[in-house]
């Protein structure tokens, strides 16, 4: 099966797309499947998202004359599927056109773009887009892909009449986990993502601030966003809490695990995430995590690996201080559960092999 993938950018400092669609290729290869990208850039770069697999090939087309550019490349590969990742964007709206034109199956991930506080963001933009295009290519798809069971709800919402699929975003699940010791010598609390307003690390600042705990400190690793870095910054500075706060900015590949690895607490304060592939991440070094409500992970209490909480800096304060109250071997003990539940259900062999069960049911209907 030859499959399409299209997308804004493989960047890395566009967060969790963009390592989702690489993962995802990476497996798809794996599992027999011929893989091309389209990203709509000049060049690719080191900033890129890396590919384990040299036999996916990544095609770099500007954005001038795109939907053309995409014809071209679509005629000479001639995909079973075209899947498009994102949202509002040139790159989007060609890859909809496109496979309209040549009656390819489109299956579209919105990456939580449609959910209630994307939505809010830049309101009256997409508002217009939205009436303008948007919908009525969305409605053209023939499958859209949810990541958990609260996207799919809201996207059902407002397409009614589309197919929706659940399908979760993948990890890869390191073989061993041995842990390591932070060069503070202090305890950690770790977030990872990108440093933006949408991820609750103002109230996060404000909740340290209540508890100042003793023999703990918070990392902070990720992106800078709209310069929202220096934001923390100055909030940390004005609280006196530099003690308590280190920023690594973006972090990838040793780097990144060593961090897990040095985390007893993951913490992601979120307003809203689509899906939070961090969570699973962390989980698969062995490190429990609390996160909201307003995050698809209601399940970790069930599971024991973790706690999820309102929104807001009361509740945090009151979950933070309980967790970090807990003897180390409780928190070990909770990370194992996580570690085991990540292996049965987000292994990202298992959800590559979804995504070909559904690509082969979209080019059976095709057919038929």
Same mark, same amino acid.
């Given at each position: 099966?030859?499959?399409?993938?299209?997308?804004?950018?493989?960047?890395?400092?566009?967060?969790?797309?963009s390592?989702m669609?690489?993962?995802?290729?990476?497996?798809?290869?794996e599992?027999?499947?011929?893989v091309?990208?389209?990203?709509?850039l000049k060049?690719?770069?080191?900033e890129?998202?890396?590919?384990? %697999?040299?036999?996916?090939?990544?095609?770099?087309?500007?954005? &001038?004359?795109?939907?053309?550019?995409?014809?071209?490349?679509?005629?000479?590969?001639?995909?079973?599927?075209?899947?498009?990742?994102?949202?509002?964007?040139?790159?989007?709206r060609?890859? =909809?056109?496109?496979?309209?034109?040549?009656?390819?199956?489109?299956?579209?991930?919105?990456?939580?773009?449609? #959910?209630?506080? &994307?939505?809010?963001?830049?309101?009256?933009k997409?508002?217009?887009?939205?009436?303008l295009?948007?919908? #009525?290519?969305?409605?053209?798809?023939?499958?859209l892909?949810?990541?958990?069971?609260?996207?799919?709800?809201?996207?059902?919402a407002?397409?009614?009449?589309?197919?929706?699929a659940i399908?979760?975003?993948?990890v890869?699940?390191?073989? +061993?986990?041995?842990?390591?010791?932070?060069? =503070?010598?202090?305890r950690?609390m770790?977030?990872?993502g990108r440093?933006h307003?949408v991820? @609750?690390?103002? %109230?996060?600042?404000?909740?340290?601030?209540?508890?100042?705990?003793?023999?703990?400190?918070?990392?902070?690793a @990720?992106?800078?966003?709209?310069? /929202?870095?220096?934001e923390?910054?100055?909030?940390?500075?004005?609280?006196?809490?530099?003690?308590?706060?280190i /920023?690594?900015?973006?972090?990838?590949?040793?780097?990144?695990?060593d961090? /897990?690895r +040095?985390? =007893?607490? /993951?913490?992601?304060?979120?307003?809203t995430? %689509?899906?939070?592939?961090?969570?699973?991440?962390a989980?698969?070094?062995?490190?429990?995590?609390l996160?909201t409500?307003?995050?698809?992970?209601? $399940?970790l209490?069930?599971?024991?690996c973790?706690?999820?909480?309102?929104?807001?800096?009361?509740p945090?304060?009151? +979950?933070?201080a309980?967790?970090? $109250?807990?003897?180390?071997?409780?928190?070990g003990?909770?990370g194992?559960?996580?570690?085991?539940y990540?292996?049965?259900?987000?292994a990202?062999?298992?959800v590559?092999a979804?995504? %070909?069960a559904?690509y082969?049911?979209l080019?059976?209907?095709s057919v038929?």
């Open positions: 099966m030859r499959i399409l993938h299209t997308i804004a950018s493989m960047q890395k400092s566009s967060g969790g797309p390592y669609l690489a993962r995802l290729c990476d497996r798809l290869d599992q027999g499947a011929s091309q990208v389209v990203q709509s060049v690719r770069t080191s890129d998202v890396e590919l384990h %697999n040299q036999r996916i090939t990544v095609h770099n087309v500007p954005t &001038a004359d795109l939907s053309a550019k995409l014809e071209a490349i679509v005629r000479e590969i001639q995909p079973d599927v075209l899947h498009t990742h994102g949202l509002w964007l040139p790159i989007n060609a890859s =909809s056109a496109v496979a309209a034109k040549l009656n390819i199956p489109l299956v579209w991930t919105t990456h939580g773009m449609l #959910r209630p506080w &994307a939505l809010n963001h830049k309101k009256w997409k508002k217009l887009a939205w009436w295009y948007q919908r #009525r290519q969305l409605l053209a798809a023939n499958l892909h949810a990541t958990c069971v609260e996207e799919r709800v809201e996207l059902q407002i397409l009614p009449n589309s197919k929706i399908v979760p975003i993948g890869d699940v390191p073989q +061993q986990i041995e842990p390591l010791a932070h060069p =503070s010598g202090k950690v770790l977030f990872m440093l307003p991820k @609750g690390l103002m %109230n996060l600042v404000r909740a340290i601030d209540q508890l100042r705990p003793k023999d703990w400190c918070c990392v902070l @990720g992106p800078d966003e709209g310069g /929202f870095r220096a923390l910054e100055a909030e940390i500075d004005s609280l006196g809490l530099t003690d308590w706060f /920023f690594t900015g973006a972090v990838s590949g040793t780097a990144k695990e961090l /897990f +040095q985390a =007893s607490l /993951f913490v992601l304060p979120s307003f995430e %689509n899906f939070g592939v961090v969570v699973p991440e989980l698969s070094y062995g490190c429990p995590v996160t409500t307003a995050t698809p992970w209601s $399940a209490s069930q599971q024991g973790g706690w999820s909480i309102e929104v807001g800096v009361g945090l304060v009151q +979950q933070l309980a967790a970090m $109250a807990l003897p180390a071997a409780t928190l003990d909770m194992s559960l996580g570690r085991d990540v292996q049965k259900t987000f990202w062999p298992a590559a979804q995504f %070909n559904l082969a049911e080019c059976q209907r038929g």
